[in-house]
C-alpha cells in the first residue's frame, strides 16, 4: 500500500475521532479488518495514535505559526504533516509535497499553499524551554496534555510528581492473562515460549502478532491495573458462597476475573445499557463464565438487592487520566466544570450501592484516574456522611501498605493510574 492510501485512512480516521467524536480504538479497528498487509496495519496505527497523543503540542505549533485557526479538517491535514515531520522521521520534502497532496485528494486543494507554509515554518519552530514560560504551559506543550489538567495535577501532586507521570511511557505491548478455566499457567506458558513476552505481577505483556497466533478461548486482554483492581475488591474473610455485585461492570472484565479468582460466588454483573449488557453476555460466553449481566441503573434503587450482598464494586465512571498514554482520545473536549459533573454522578452511585450491602460487608470505590476529587475526595465524603463504613485495609502481596486505599500511579507501578477505596460496613 502506498503512502498516499494509508495517510488517506488516517486522515478519514482522525476526522471520525476529531470532528464525529467517534472512539479511536474501535475506529481502527473497524478500518484494519480492511488492511492486509501488518506493515500497512503498524503505519496507519502509528500515524493515527501519534497524531492523537500529540494533538495538544500541535495546536499551540498551529496557534504560533497561523494567523487564523484553521478548520478542524484542515487542522488535521496540518497534524498529519507536523507528526510525520516531527516523529517519523521522513524526508521534509516528502512530509510536505505528500501531505499537501492528500490535502488535494480529499477536497482542500484550495489550502494547500496555507498547508504547505504552516509545515515549512514549522521545520524551525522550536517547542518552548522550560525557562521561557510557566510551569503548566512548559508541561502542556511538551507532554500533550491540556493546560487545565497539568495545572491540576501540579497543585495536587507538585511539579516533579506531575512531570514524572507525564513523562512515563507505558509498555506499548498488550497486557493478557490466562483463562484459568480453560488451561493451566504452566500449558499456558508452554504456548508462550517461543514467543516475544514478558510477565508482569500477574499476567503477560505480548505483541500483537501473539495474539492471533493464541486460541481465543485460552486468554483474554485485560490491564494490570485491571486485575490488581479485582483483587483488591475481596477481603480475605470472604463467605464461601458470596454474592458480588459489580454495578458498572460493562463489558465484564473485572466481574469474570473475580469468578476465577472466587469460583463459588454468585455475581451480578450490571450496566445501564442494553447494549452493553450483550458485551457482558458476549465477554462471559467466550471465557466460560457464569456471572450474571444484568441491565440496571446504578444511581436507582433497586428494592430487591438492599441488605443482599457481601461485596459490591462501583468501578465508576471517571475522568479516565489514569490511562490517556493508551487512550489518547479520552480527554479530547473535556473541560474543568466536566469533572465537577463527573465527580456528582460518582457521588451518586456511591451512595446508591451502599444500601446493597450486607452487615460486615464490603462496598469497593474504583476509577482509572488520579485526580484526588474524583479519588480521595469522594472517601472522605462518603465517610464523613456514613459512619456505619470504614476503610478495610487490603493485604496482597502486590499493593503497598494502605489503610483500605490503593493508589497506582504510571511510573511507580508499572500500570495505568488507578484508585481504589474498600470500605466496610461495620454496623
Known amino acids: 500500500m502506498a503512502n498516499n492510501e494509508r495517510e488517506s485512512i488516517c486522515y ?11 472512539y479511536s480504538s474501535l475506529q481502527l479497528n473497524n478500518y484494519l479488518e480492511k488492511v492486509a498487509d501488518e506493515r500497512d496495519r503498524a503505519y496507519i496505527s502509528k500515524l493515527f495514535y501519534g497524531v492523537l497523543e500529540k494533538n495538544v503540542q500541535f495546536d499551540y ?8 485557526r484553521p478548520k478542524a479538517s484542515v487542522g488535521i491535514l496540518i497534524k498529519i504533516g507536523l507528526y510525520r515531520l516531527r516523529y517519523m522521521n521522513a524526508p521534509s520534502y516528502a512530509a510536505i509535497n505528500e501531505t499537501v497532496e492528500l490535502a488535494k485528494r480529499v477536497g482542500k ?41 497539568v495545572e491540576k495535577l501540579i497543585f495536587q501532586y507538585g511539579y516533579d510528581f506531575t512531570r514524572k507521570f507525564l513523562d512515563h511511557e507505558p509498555d506499548r505491548r498488550t497486557h493478557i492473562r490466562y483463562n484459568s478455566r480453560l ?8 504456548k508462550l ?28 486482554v485485560q490491564s494490570l491495573s485491571s486485575m490488581i ?17 459489580d454495578l458498572c461492570g460493562a463489558p465484564g472484565g473485572k466481574s469474570v476475573y473475580i469468578e476465577e479468582l472466587c469460583p463459588t460466588a454468585k455475581i451480578y454483573c450490571c450496566d445501564l ?4 449488557v450483550e458485551l457482558i453476555k458476549k465477554y462471559a460466553k467466550r471465557m466460560r463464565s457464569d456471572i450474571i449481566p444484568t441491565l440496571n441503573d446504578a444511581t436507582k434503587i433497586s428494592p430487591e438487592w438492599i441488605n443482599k450482598f457481601d461485596v459490591v464494586i462501583c468501578d465508576v465512571p471517571c475522568s479516565g487520566l489514569g490511562v490517556y498514554k493508551n487512550k489518547p482520545d479520552i480527554l479530547f473536549n473535556k473541560k474543568p466544570e466536566d469533572i465537577v459533573k463527573i465527580r456528582e454522578l460518582q457521588a451518586n452511585i456511591l451512595d446508591n450501592a451502599k444500601n446493597y450491602v450486607k452487615v460486615g ?5 474504583s476509577t482509572c484516574t488520579i485526580l484526588r476529587e474524583e479519588n480521595d475526595d469522594n472517601i472522605k465524603e462518603f465517610l464523613e456522611l456514613n459512619k456505619n463504613f470504614a476503610l478495610d485495609k487490603i493485604v496482597l502481596p502486590f499493593v503497598a501498605e494502605n489503610d483500605g486505599i490503593v493508589r497506582l500511579f504510571p511510573h511507580i507501578d508499572g500500570c495505568d493510574g488507578f484508585f481504589v477505596a474498600r470500605m466496610r460496613r461495620i454496623s
Open 12 to 22: 478519514e480516521l482522525l476526522c471520525d475521532v476529531f470532528i464525529d467524536n467517534a
Open 61 to 68: 505549533i498551529i496557534r504560533k505559526l497561523a494567523s487564523k
Open 109 to 149: 486543494g484550495g489550502l494547500a499553499g496555507f498547508i504547505n507554509a504552516i509545515l515549512r515554518k514549522s521545520e524551525t519552530f522550536l517547542l518552548p524551554q522550560e525557562k521561557d514560560v510557566s510551569e503548566s504551559v512548559y508541561l502542556s506543550v511538551n507532554y500533550s496534555v491540556s493546560v487545565w489538567i
Open 183 to 190: 488451561i493451566t499457567k504452566e500449558e499456558f506458558e508452554k
Open 193 to 220: 515460549a517461543n514467543s516475544d513476552f514478558v510477565r508482569s505481577k500477574l499476567g503477560y505483556y505480548v505483541t500483537h502478532n501473539m495474539l492471533n497466533e493464541l486460541k481465543k478461548s485460552d486468554f483474554t
Open 229 to 245: 483492581a479485582s483483587s483488591c475488591y475481596l477481603p480475605n474473610d470472604l463467605a464461601a458462597f458470596p454474592t458480588i455485585l
Open 273 to 276: 445499557h442494553p447494549h452493553r
Open 361 to 365: 460487608g464490603v462496598l469497593n470505590y
